[in-house]
DNA sequence: CTCTCATTGTGGACAATTGCACAATAAGGG
DNA sequence: CCCTTATTGTGCAATTGTCCACAATGAGAG
């Protein structure tokens, strides 16, 4: 049986390969950055050679969510960008919390470049009694006790987390007993979560360690 | 022509496919985890499970470099890590610089976890007279206008970049220059580097981005 | 010494991804 | 209005990556 019923089709979306959606942010990040340059259009073999990825690739992509340029002319840059940030979700604000407030996750919290980019921090929390309660910048350093209470309330759905690798998996489960959908983590160790909730590792060392294998 | 001749033999190294490259250090993470905890032997299973990748991928990938494991018994943790890290050339110490003394490249000087993962800390550096001769640490930041006689004279290879964006092609260019070949990027930008220079971007708001397609 | 169990390394099937190449077509110049 | 140029979107072929399934074999029990 290979058919579908209409039933099925309404709610049948083309499943989308990770690997092309892993690319759509940084095409979104190009675009932003030709905005900030005054540019107005461009084409997938521009695009292509400032990433370093093929203009076909490119097109190919794109070509998954619909028909966004015009032959001969190339793409208006706006509205791709517009474009990009729907299908990301990013055309609202996703509010964020922080946990761990040692240098990383202050220095999380003081970075300016999320609001821009679809992403409010909320809140960052650590269970150090030295240093809940502290001020940083515009935050106040909460008790991680409080967290699952309101992110619940306020249905925050992403989190990042910055403390020692000892420590980042009960965080993990803590995060996704609270309703956390989606981690960045910059704990060095991997995260075991149940299906559903989508991880990001960043650890310096592991991208450091992929660069040397090609020195010599 | 498909034949080679017996002298292209000698210099044929397999090439290995970067995708698995990359996998290496985390494998290497959860080893050097399971040391940590003690344990002496595993298994490609259970490194799998760990992981989340499947038993067969491990085999395959460790299998591009020679034979690790005992039919029966599995793998000798110590001794694959060794390998492991003979194999991505971080069994000696890469001496690393670190330019931009904000928040981020301030909180790289102070993280201490490279040292066990085959990384020195050689130096911070930055333009601002403001930083420039600072303590931070044990390190004093230098002019970045030295770091290219010292990169040089110390034959470093690996830097970090962690400058806001519209600093960081330019640094890049500097580090090129200064005979880096390898570069981790926490700058939002991406940077156009010659062949031979291989660049590592880590940027959020990319990360974040790549989740939140997968949110309501 | 033989049997059983666990587990590796790998050939080859299968799946996913990339890239080529071209018809379609928009825009501008004359 | 016609010609030229630029560039898209895409069918298909080529390449790359993943995974199944099994022969080989090491270790331990009896």
């Known amino acids: 049986m290979l058919q579908f019923s209409a039933g099925d089709m309404i709610t ?8 092309v959606i892993g690319r759509l942010p940084v095409y979104l990040r190009a675009l932003q950055q030709m905005l900030a340059e005054g540019r107005q259009v ?23 969510f619909g028909e966004f340029g015009k032959q001969g002319t190339g793409y208006n840059i706006e509205y791709l960008a517009n474009q990009l940030r729907e299908i990301l979700k990013v055309n609202k604000t996703w509010e964020v ?13 003081g970075y300016s470049g999320f609001s821009e980019r679809g992403f409010n921090i909320r809140g960052i929390f650590d269970n150090s009694p030295k240093r809940i309660g502290e001020q940083h910048g515009e ?3 909460k008790d991680t ?15 990042m ?17 609270a309703g956390i959908r989606a981690i ?26 992929r660069m040397t294998y090609y020195l010599d």
């Open 12 to 19: 049948m979306a083309k499943q989308i390969p990770d690997i």
């Open 42 to 64: 461009t084409s997938s073999q521009e695009l292509g050679e400032r990433l370093g990825i093929s203009a076909a690739q490119i097109r190919k992509d794109l070509s998954q």
């Open 97 to 109: 919390v922080i946990v761990g407030a040692g240098d990383i996750g202050r220095a999380l919290a």
């Open 139 to 141: 935050f106040v350093i």
């Open 145 to 159: 006790a409080t967290l699952k209470a309101e992110a619940q309330a306020e249905g925050i759905k992403m989190a």
């Open 161 to 177: 987390i910055a403390v020692p690798a000892s420590a980042a998996q009960e965080v993990a489960d803590l995060l996704v007993d």
């Open 184 to 209: 960045l983590s910059y704990a060095p160790v991997n995260l075991n979560v149940p299906a559903g909730v989508r991880v990001q590792n960043i650890d310096p060392s592991i991208h450091l360690q």
